[in-house]
C-alpha cells in the first residue's frame, strides 16, 4: 500500500507545472555550473596556475637561501606558503576568492647602527615570522553570485516544499483523504508514501542532472579527480539527499497541519525565507555586535606600542639615552652578535626570541579572535537545517572559511617544524655557536635544499561528522513533527 501511495503522489507530481520548471532548469544550472568552475576564469585551473606558480617561487627562495647558508635560511624562513586548491570547489564555492589563500612567513627588513659612545656597528634582520595577509582582491556582484551545487541545493529545498505543501492538505481539500483512510491502512504509512514519492520525485532529477555535471567536467579534462574525490563527491550526494528529506518532512508537517494548500504554502514559504536568509543573517550580524574585535589598526598600534617598549628595553639602536647619567651605555646591545663573543650573541637572541613573539601573539591572536566569531556565527546560524547543509557540502568539498582554518592551524605545526629542522641542523655543525634565532649564532654552512622540510596540507572531515549528525536530526524531528500532526489532525 505503501508502494501504492509513493507511485501515485509521482504520477501526480510529474503532471505537474513545477515538476516540467525543475526539470527545465535543473539541467542548466548544472551545465553552467561545469562551464563555471571547469572553463570559467575563477575556476580550478586558474587558481591551480596561481598555486603552483607560488610554489615555484617558494621552492627558489629556499633553494637561494639554503645554498647561502643555513644560518640564511633560518633568518628569511621559508616564504610564501598558499593553500591548496580544492577539486570540488565547483561543488560548494565557499566564497574562496573572498579568503586568502595563503600565509606569509615575513622577515623584518634590514637593520643598522652605527657606533657611537660605547656602541660597535652592526647591520641586522629580525628573524621571520608567520603573518597572514588581507584579501583585497575586489569582487563585483556578478562575480559574487556563483552557481555552485549548495546553490542549486537551496533551490531544491525551495522545490521540496512545492511539491509538498499539499500532499495532505490538497487531498483533504478535495475529499480523498477519507477515501485512502478508508482503506486498511495506517496515517503512518500514508505520510511515508506520500515522503517517498516526493523523495523520489526530487532524487532522481537531482542525480541525473549531477551525472550530467559530471560527465562534461570530465571529458572538459580541466579538472582531473582522484579516488578519494569520488567517496567525497559520494558524501556530497548523501547529505543532499538529508537536506531534501528535512525539507521534504517539513512541507508534510505544515501540509497536515491545515485544510487549505494555500494556506500551507504561505507558512511553508515564509518559513523556508526564515531558514535561508532571514537567521543566518540575523544571528551573524548579533555575533558580530556581541564581541568586536580589534580592527587591524588597532592591533598594529598595540603591537607597535610593545615592540617600541622591546626596543626601549634593549635598546638595539643604540640611538636615544646613550648614557645612563653614570658614564655607561644604557644599551643592552652594546656589543655587536659575532662568533667571537657568544655573551653578545646570546643576548641579541633574547631580543629577537621576545621580538618574535610579541609579533607572533599579536598576529595569531587578531585571526585567532576573527576565527572564535566566525565559529560562534557558525555554530548559531545552525539553527536553519539550509546554513548546515551549506557548511556539510563545504566541509566536504574543502572549500570555506573552515578549510582555511585547518590550513593556518598547520602552517603552524609547519613553522615549528621548520624551526625544529634548522636546530636539528645547526647541532651537526661543531663550528657553530648553536644560538638561534641570530645570524651569527647558526652554522655558515650551506644546507640541501631538498632536506628542508616542505608544508603537506592535510583535508580535515571533522566538522562535517557533526554537521551530518545534525541534519539527520533535523529529519527525526520533521518526522516527528509530522507523524504528530497527521495522528492528531481531522480527516475531513
Known amino acids: 500500500m505503501i508502494g501504492q501511495i509513493a507511485k501515485k503522489e509521482i504520477h501526480h507530481n510529474l503532471t505537474t507545472l513545477r515538476f516540467a520548471l525543475m526539470i527545465i532548469l535543473l539541467p542548466v544550472l548544472f551545465v553552467a555550473n561545469a562551464l563555471m568552475y571547469s572553463l570559467g576564469g575563477d575556476g580550478y585551473m586558474a587558481q591551480v596556475n596561481i598555486h603552483n606558480q607560488q610554489g615555484t617561487q617558494q621552492a627558489k627562495h629556499i633553494e637561494d637561501s639554503a645554498n647561502k647558508s643555513l644560518a640564511e635560511l633560518a633568518l628569511v624562513g621559508p616564504g610564501e606558503i598558499s593553500k591548496s586548491p580544492s577539486r570540488l570547489i565547483f561543488c560548494a564555492d565557499g566564497a574562496d576568492t573572498q579568503i586568502p589563500r595563503s600565509v606569509t612567513m615575513v622577515s623584518g627588513g634590514s637593520w643598522s647602527r652605527t657606533g657611537q659612545y660605547e656602541t660597535e656597528d652592526y647591520e641586522w634582520?629580525?628573524?621571520?615570522?608567520?603573518?597572514?595577509?588581507?584579501?583585497?582582491?575586489?569582487?563585483?556582484?556578478?562575480?559574487?553570485?556563483?552557481?555552485?551545487?549548495?546553490?542549486?541545493?537551496?533551490?531544491?529545498?525551495?522545490?521540496?516544499?512545492?511539491?509538498?505543501?499539499?500532499?495532505?492538505?490538497?487531498?483533504?481539500?478535495?475529499?480523498?483523504?477519507?477515501?485512502?483512510?478508508?482503506?486498511?491502512?495506517?496515517?503512518?504509512?500514508?505520510?511515508?508514501?506520500?515522503?517517498?514519492?516526493?523523495?523520489?520525485?526530487?532524487?532522481?532529477?537531482?542525480?541525473?542532472?549531477?551525472?550530467?555535471?559530471?560527465?562534461?567536467?570530465?571529458?572538459?579534462?580541466?579538472?582531473?579527480?582522484?579516488?578519494?574525490?569520488?567517496?567525497?563527491i559520494l558524501g556530497i550526494v548523501v547529505v543532499f539527499a538529508l537536506?531534501?528529506?528535512?525539507?521534504?518532512?517539513?512541507?508534510?508537517?505544515?501540509?497536515?497541519?491545515?485544510?487549505?494548500?494555500?494556506?500551507?504554502?504561505?507558512?511553508?514559504?515564509?518559513?523556508?525565507?526564515?531558514?535561508?536568509?532571514?537567521?543566518?543573517?540575523?544571528?551573524?550580524?548579533?555575533?558580530?555586535?556581541?564581541?568586536?574585535?580589534?580592527?587591524?589598526?588597532?592591533?598594529?598600534?598595540?603591537?607597535?606600542?610593545?615592540?617600541?617598549?622591546?626596543?626601549?628595553?634593549?635598546?638595539?639602536?643604540?640611538?636615544?639615552?646613550?648614557?645612563?647619567?653614570?658614564?655607561?651605555?644604557?644599551?643592552?646591545?652594546?656589543?655587536?652578535?659575532?662568533v667571537e663573543n657568544p655573551e653578545a650573541t646570546r643576548l641579541w637572541a633574547t631580543y629577537f626570541t621576545r621580538e618574535i613573539e610579541t609579533k607572533t601573539r599579536f598576529a595569531d591572536g587578531q585571526?585567532?579572535?576573527?576565527?572564535?566569531?566566525?565559529?560562534?556565527?557558525?555554530?548559531?546560524?545552525?539553527?536553519?537545517?539550509?546554513?548546515?547543509?551549506?557548511?556539510?557540502?563545504?566541509?566536504?568539498?574543502?572549500?570555506?572559511?573552515?578549510?582555511?582554518?585547518?590550513?593556518?592551524?598547520?602552517?603552524?605545526?609547519?613553522?615549528?617544524?621548520?624551526?625544529?629542522?634548522?636546530?636539528?641542523?645547526?647541532?651537526?655543525?661543531?663550528?657553530?655557536?648553536?644560538?638561534y634565532p641570530v645570524k651569527e649564532g647558526l652554522s655558515q654552512k650551506p644546507v640541501d635544499p631538498n632536506a628542508v622540510p616542505v608544508f603537506e596540507e592535510q583535508i580535515s572531515y571533522q566538522s562535517v561528522l557533526a554537521q551530518v549528525g545534525l541534519l539527520v536530526l533535523f529529519n527525526l524531528l520533521f518526522f516527528i513533527m509530522a507523524q504528530v500532526s497527521f495522528l492528531i489532525s481531522e480527516v475531513k
Open 367 to 435: 585571526i585567532d579572535s576573527q576565527f572564535k566569531q566566525v565559529q560562534l556565527a557558525r555554530d548559531l546560524t545552525q539553527i536553519s537545517p539550509i546554513a548546515t547543509f551549506q557548511y556539510a557540502m563545504e566541509g566536504l568539498a574543502n572549500t570555506g572559511i573552515v578549510s582555511y582554518i585547518n590550513f593556518v592551524k598547520q602552517a603552524r605545526r609547519y613553522r615549528q617544524t621548520f624551526v625544529d629542522f634548522i636546530k636539528t641542523e645547526d647541532r651537526s655543525d661543531p663550528e657553530s655557536l648553536h644560538i
Open 243 to 338: 537536506h531534501l528529506s528535512v525539507f521534504i518532512f517539513l512541507g508534510l508537517f505544515f501540509s497536515s497541519r491545515v485544510s487549505n494548500p494555500i494556506t500551507s504554502l504561505v507558512w511553508l514559504l515564509l518559513t523556508w525565507v526564515c531558514l535561508a536568509f532571514v537567521f543566518p543573517s540575523l544571528l551573524g550580524t548579533f555575533v558580530g555586535n556581541l564581541k568586536p574585535i580589534l580592527s587591524v589598526d588597532e592591533a598594529s598600534m598595540q603591537k607597535e606600542a610593545q615592540l617600541g617598549q622591546l626596543r626601549d628595553e634593549f635598546r638595539p639602536q643604540g640611538s636615544a639615552s646613550p648614557y645612563n647619567g653614570l658614564g655607561e651605555t644604557s644599551s643592552k646591545l652594546s656589543k655587536a652578535a659575532s
Open 125 to 232: 634582520t629580525p628573524p621571520w615570522t608567520l603573518e597572514y595577509p588581507l584579501q583585497s582582491k575586489a569582487q563585483s556582484a556578478m562575480q559574487r553570485i556563483k552557481i555552485d551545487w549548495v546553490f542549486i541545493g537551496i533551490l531544491m529545498s525551495f522545490f521540496a516544499i512545492l511539491f509538498t505543501f499539499d500532499a495532505i492538505a490538497g487531498e483533504r481539500a478535495r475529499g480523498t483523504l477519507s477515501l485512502i483512510m478508508s482503506n486498511t491502512i495506517s496515517r503512518g504509512q500514508v505520510l511515508l508514501g506520500k515522503y517517498l514519492g516526493a523523495f523520489l520525485t526530487l532524487m532522481v532529477p537531482l542525480l541525473i542532472g549531477i551525472l550530467m555535471n559530471l560527465l562534461f567536467i570530465l571529458f572538459s579534462g580541466n579538472i582531473p579527480f582522484e579516488s578519494e574525490d569520488w567517496l567525497r
